[in-house]
């Protein structure tokens, strides 16, 4: 059964920072591009970033330079570090693992996140 669990959500203050954790089980995300997508309250789920399994990141343009994904594959486990956070990047957080080149793919439950003062 394939498991990716998010945790590292919670509440903080703009400017602040969060580290968001996606630990896998029953995969080898080593071969998985994984990725970070969110969803906010009445929106679509949108791209935060992917990493391939070479390393190779891409992230949505207008959080480059604020968020960082890596992964490590001893680990099982995919990273999120978010700086500078904003009220606008509340909402739930989700990590994704896809098989390049197929259709399978799968998501976690999400993990929220609330930017306020």
């Known amino acids: 059964q394939v498991q990716l669990v998010e945790s590292g959500g919670g509440l903080v203050q703009p400017g602040g920072s969060l580290r968001l954790s996606c630990a896998a089980s029953?995969?080898?995300?080593?071969?998985?591009?994984m990725g970070w997508y969110r969803q906010a309250p009445g929106k679509q789920r949108e791209l935060v970033a992917t990493?391939?399994?070479?390393?190779?990141?891409n992230y949505a343009d207008s959080l480059k330079g604020r968020f960082t994904i890596s992964r490590d594959n001893a680990k099982n486990t995919v990273y999120l570090q978010m700086n500078g956070l904003k009220v606008e990047d509340t909402a739930v957080y989700y990590c994704?693992?896809?098989?390049?080149?197929?259709?399978?793919?799968?998501w976690g439950q999400g993990t929220q996140v609330t930017v306020s003062s």
């Open positions: 994704n693992a896809h098989l390049w080149g197929t259709t399978i793919m799968y």
């Open positions: 029953g995969i080898p995300i080593s071969i998985y591009v």
């Open positions: 990493i391939t399994s070479e390393g190779v990141t």
